[in-house]
Nanobody
Framework: QVQLVESGGGLVQAGGSLRLSCAASGRTFSTYVMGWFRQAPGKEREFVAAITWSGGSTGYGDSVKGRFTISRDNAENTVYLLMNSLKPEDTAIYYC??????????????????WGQGTQVTVSS
């Protein structure tokens, strides 16, 4: 049973930074892709970033490229999302996802994965 616990959300002014954490447990994650998604009120869930647990290959959504960085700490079983140059439109609940997959297949496989409870990020203008 995969368990994912997000933390690090909060209120920040536009232009500021936040770092989200996702602590993972319950499996050996070497064959997993870990991802971040977000959902704003009234909008569909949006892909933000993903990283392979083993090799560190990454992928980003177009709206966050160049501003957000995903990383992982294998020893701590934790995935991070560093968010810089935040904009009001980044306001959303951010969710961590874990799915057995490869980075190129994650667009299809994430739906079968596990989800955390989410953490709220609010960016004020």
């Amino acid at each position: 049973q995969v368990q994912l616990v997000e933390s690090g959300g909060g209120l920040v002014q536009a232009g500021g930074s936040l770092r989200l954490s996702c602590a993972a447990s319950g499996r050996t994650f070497s064959t997993y892709v870990m991802g971040w998604f977000r959902q704003a009120p009234g909008k569909e869930r949006e892909f933000v970033a993903a990283i392979t647990w083993s090799g560190g290959s990454t992928g980003y959504g177009d709206s966050v490229k160049g501003r957000f960085t995903i990383s992982r700490d294998n020893a701590e079983n934790t995935v991070y999302l560093l968010m810089n140059s935040l904009k009001p439109e980044d306001t959303a609940i951010y969710y961590c996802n874990a799915a057995q997959s490869r980075i190129l297949d994650y667009w299809r496989d994430y739906v079968r994965g596990s989800w955390g409870q989410g953490t709220q990020v609010t960016v004020s203008s």
